[in-house]
């Protein structure tokens, strides 16, 4: 079955630190990958995904993500964090070819100090 | 245009009461998503629909619950005889179609089960 691990439960940072959010999946073939984010109070939003191509993800908010196959990983990064980017942040897969059911992995909550 | 929303925002029952929860997905959206999101589970799918059949529900915890929609829009998530565990966010999401096309999430339901 397919799964999916976030290793920072919990990251504290300060304005203008650098942030890499750790993702790996369980999954032997193909995949689709997701950020997700969830600001206080708000609605989960997309915020990259990556289906094909460039391994080098560009969102929204200066987010970016690289895809490495052979790592099963999908990590998030930032090169410089606001206080605004305080959130609950999800990775999640879905398996190519499937019904688009996503798989969510914890979730990881950034607290970034002004 | 409107999001997904979701209604009611927070419902709080009695263990062993029957609750609906309403999701009104996006317009000309075909597929709808349910989720669940529990401290315990983080966010887990329950099932999807792609118009209004729903060939995978395989995430659904137990026969208490079930899901319909109609007319290719609304859905409705039921819970019968509730149980405290059943105490969670509920999440809808919809999207153009199934698999490539992302997500959007609605507010959720908050559900208490006393």
């Not at chain 2, 729903?54 to 026969?63: C, E, R």
């Not at chain 2, 005889?81 to 059943?86: A, C, I, L």
């Given at each position: 079955a397919q799964s999916v691990s976030q290793h920072n439960h919990h990251v504290i940072l300060s304005e203008a630190a650098s942030l890499e959010l750790g993702c790996n999946y369980s999954y032997g073939g193909t995949v689709n990958l997701f950020w997700y984010v969830q600001y206080p109070g708000q609605h989960l939003q997309l915020l990259l995904k990556y289906f094909?191509?460039?391994?080098l993800v560009k969102g929204i908010k200066g987010f970016e993500a690289e895809f490495i196959k052979s790592k099963f990983s999908f990590n998030l990064r930032k090169p410089s964090v606001q206080w605004s980017d305080t959130a609950e942040y999800f990775c999640a897969v879905t398996a190519k070819?499937?019904?688009?059911k996503l798989i969510f992995g914890q979730g990881t909550t950034l607290q970034v100090k002004p | 245009g409107a999001g997904v929303s979701q209604s009611p925002s927070n419902k709080v029952t009695e263990k062993g009461k029957d609750v609906e929860l309403r999701c009104d997905p996006i317009s000309g959206h075909t597929a709808l998503y349910w989720y669940r999101q529990s401290l315990g589970q983080g966010l887990e799918f329950l099932i999807y629909f792609q118009g209004n059949s729903?060939?995978?529900?395989?995430?659904?915890?137990?026969?208490r619950f079930s899901a319909e929609r109609t007319g290719g829009s609304v859905s409705t998530l039921t819970i019968q005889?509730?149980?405290?565990?059943?105490s969670a966010v509920y999440l809808c999401a919809s999207s153009?179609?199934?698999?490539k096309d992302t997500q959007y999430f609605g507010p959720g339901t908050r559900l208490t089960v006393l």
């Open positions: 094909s191509g460039d391994p070819g499937n019904t688009g | 729903a060939p995978d529900k395989s995430g659904l915890p137990s026969d005889r509730t149980q405290q565990e059943d153009l179609a199934l698999s």
